[in-house]
């Protein structure tokens, strides 16, 4: 069974994907402020990805209308997060004096896909693909905008539901991967192959997972992000990664109908929580249970604009934090203008709004993974795995805290519209709960490293005043009669060298031995000093000082 309305026609249709993956950090960077930026444009010519040139930058004709109503849609601390800010001009550095970097390859121009078997091919545009990268945080996000005219309901669906996995989930009985592409390629300028899936592949998938403990990469994907190579593919590259979230990819969706009004309950439940087509064997038009999805309205629905009236009328937005979809009137200018509709909002304001709440909890769950995989190299009898261990939790401390200042907030914006769908984002992907569980992680690791430091300190005070106190009865004792006690001032210069290594000697001995009975020692004189204690008490815990250490 298909979808309630399959005859409904998607005038326009946008997909953008945004793929978190976790940089592995480069060797001898660690405590460095981490730019991993900087190796992909040295690489030069052998690598595809262009470091995007600033349109905000000069007077290089490329700031337009829309770049404006872009920035001031955001509050100050988000622009300078986005953009950067000071003095710009036509010499000025892409994208310098921003905390994020852009890169872009170009020669990627479409991919044909086919959903399932027997399935006719779809062929999307490709607007751009791009890397996002941010000072000091070893993370980069995959950003990739398609575009397609004139599809079925049905064909935009199987489209969202199948696109942006990076491996596949299964093989049916017959060996064809499950929720993914039947096929997917990559297709140059003249419409030559660059890079097709190899999902079908199933021994691939399974002995990759078998070997490595970890999943293999479908090759469309790894051929798309090279230089940048899997950190458990076996191939050599400095710029390393590693999945972070789940191996679906946060996807955003504009789809202009001929009339949104004819899409069933069902079909917007569909897109909203983009469980893909129905099927034969589920044997309802929804995809769950009716009782779980009685709130579907209030809790994914942003229905301000879902009115017969106003510039865009019958617009309505779905959000379920993995998903952000905007559905409206093909007939309405308004919402197909890419400069200042609808669309342009989608492509822009949108977007950015998208990829703030899904870099933030991506960058969260970098600092976990560094926080679990400390404790798991962590060798409490290696003196070396111990300072190793100290130096990263110090480290994720500092970055936590520059990433708290530097990229955390719950408002981006005052614009009601823009600040509701942030709002629903950073909700349904429990950003703020995540947050207060990494800042605690981090700050018991901290405190606990503080209090083993103030341990340390105490114990090597205490066995200081033990030795400082015990050394105070042979000087005081020396000091006084040391006058008269040895007449070897007229000795030869060899006898007065004999004396000196000997008490040098004797005096050495007695400073280790006081210091290995330190403890000891120290426990005597707590005894020593207690005015409840019994002369008996006191020379019993004398006596422990001597006393056999018990297993």
Known sequence: MSTDSPLVCVRQFRQALLWPLRLMPVRGSEGQHAKPWQLLADMGEASPWREVVDEYAGDNGRFQERHYNEFVTFLPYVQRFLYGEGLYSKD???TAGSPMRVF?????SAVRVVPTPGAPAIT???MHVDLYFFLDLDLVLLNIEVKAEDLTLVQAQEVLYRFGRGYPAGWDANGQAQNCFFSAEWLGSSGQVLARSDANERDLF????SRYRAPRIAAHWSWLLEPLVGD??????ALRYRQIEYYRMPLMGYLALDNPRALSRSDFIRLGLVTGLATSSEGSDLPYAEQHLADFESRYCYDRFWTEGGAAPNTRYLCSGHSLLVLGDANSAFFVNPERGVLAQFRHQHFLLFLIAHFQKAALL????RLAEALKDLDIADAASVRHFKRTIRNSFAGFLRFTHRYWFHEVSEQTQVRALFRMCANHLGTDPLYAEVKERIADMNQYLDADSLR???NTVVRLTVVTIMGLIGTITTGFLGINLLAEAEAPLGRKMWIFAVVFVLTTALTVYTMVKSKRLSDFLDVLTDERASAWQKLKSLALVWQRAKD
């Open 92 to 94: 000025t550095a892409p």
């Open 104 to 108: 872009r390859r170009s020669d990627v």
């Open 124 to 126: 999307l545009d490709v």
């Open 206 to 209: 399974m002995a990759h997972v």
């Open 232 to 237: 458990h593919s076996g191939k050599p590259g």
């Open 366 to 369: 970098m600092f976990s993974d």
């Open 456 to 458: 340390r300190q105490a």
